[in-house]
């Protein structure tokens, strides 16, 4: 009797795994569906974006606070030190600059790490990372430039339009003395 059981569980295992190999195999890859219906990668990231949000799940964008903490314990730098109000307002000065608006968040908190700790400093982990997270030398490099020339000049406050005056809440009373015309309303008779 056991081995009876232990037979068909076997047996209904073995159909539920090819069962799912069949239906993997057909299912079309991304690139396949883009061929087809000339999507872009872009239109199936914006498909895959609405699908989660109707889902109920919570989408997130990545900033660059989010590689901080990351970057920083592989190089064993101090996460304070690395969250410290200079370097957080010159990342948000770095990113205040129109040149930087399409800056890849990673490319920006390995810059600022390198900058923490010390540019000339390479090592064979550093190469991993920026292999990794697809992270190329030349942005980290460009980036660094101007990290190293916010930091040597005097901070500039962006400029602000000038503060609206505010004017005192008036209460009205009826809507004709708010400027209003009151609609007439239509009075119905009671029917007989």
């Known amino acids: ?3 009876l059981l232990k037979c068909d569980c076997l047996s209904l295992y073995l159909l539920w ?3 799912i190999i069949t239906t993997d195999s057909g299912c079309p890859s991304a690139k396949q569906l883009a061929g087809h219906h000339e999507w872009t990668a872009k239109d ?3 498909m895959e974006l609405h699908i989660l949000g109707k889902l109920g799940w919570c989408v997130t964008t990545v900033s660059y606070l989010d590689y901080l903490p990351l970057f920083a314990v592989l190089y064993g730098v101090n ?3 690395v969250y410290s109000d200079k370097i957080m307002a010159l990342a948000e000065r770095c990113l205040s600059k129109q040149s930087t608006v399409l800056m890849q968040p990673g490319v920006l908190a390995h810059a600022l790490l390198q900058h923490v700790i010390a540019p000339e400093v390479h090592s064979p982990l550093e190469s991993q990372v920026l292999v ?3 992270i190329q030398e030349s942005d980290v490099h460009q980036c660094k430039q101007l ?3 916010l930091s040597s000049s005097p901070y500039s406050s962006p400029t602000s339009s000038p503060a609206r005056p505010k004017f005192p809440l008036k209460m009205f009373d009826k809507p004709s003395e708010m400027g209003v015309t009151c609609l007439p309303t239509i009075v119905e008779e009671p029917s007989a």
């Open 132 to 134: 990794h997270c697809n």
């Open 44 to 46: 199936l990231q914006r």
């Open 17 to 19: 795994h090819i069962m």
């Open 1 to 3: 009797m056991k081995s």
């Open 79 to 81: 996460v304070n030190l």
């Open 147 to 149: 990290l190293v020339h």
